[in-house]
């Protein structure tokens, strides 16, 4: 049996973006779209952040909460199933082939299901 999550975290600023911005070229480049404030803080009119334990929150149920136990997989998000969520193009089969396929040219390995 394949089991599959896709935990949602949202706009969590974590450790991957503080030092993404240690670089001053990127630092200049999230400011610019709006990402981070002047002073290189998260910009709270760009996104709702939330904190590393609110988008931590999500995974963890996504491995822990037993109401996901008779699924094979799922879309979660704010650490409840969202299924209904999931946009179209995400869910195509034809989509996800060509995803499988391109993936296994990357990483130079054959997957069989």
Not at 58 to 67: L, N, P, Y
Not at 84 to 112: M, N, R, V, Y
Request: charged fraction near 25%.
């Amino acid at each position: 049996m394949y089991i599959s999550f896709l935990a949602n975290p949202d706009s969590t600023f974590t450790a991957i973006a503080t030092n993404m911005i240690k670089k001053e070229d990127n630092k200049a480049a999230l400011i610019g779209i709006g990402f981070l404030t002047p002073d290189g803080l998260p910009n709270p009119e760009f996104a709702t952040w939330k904190t590393r334990g609110q988008g931590a929150a999500t995974t963890i149920a996504a491995a822990f909460d037993t109401r996901l136990e008779s699924k094979s997989g799922a879309y979660l998000v704010d650490s409840v199933e969202a299924t209904d969520k999931i946009a179209p193009h995400c869910s195509d089969p034809e989509t996800a082939a060509k995803l499988w396929t391109i993936t296994e040219e990357i990483i130079g390995e054959k997957f069989e299901l």
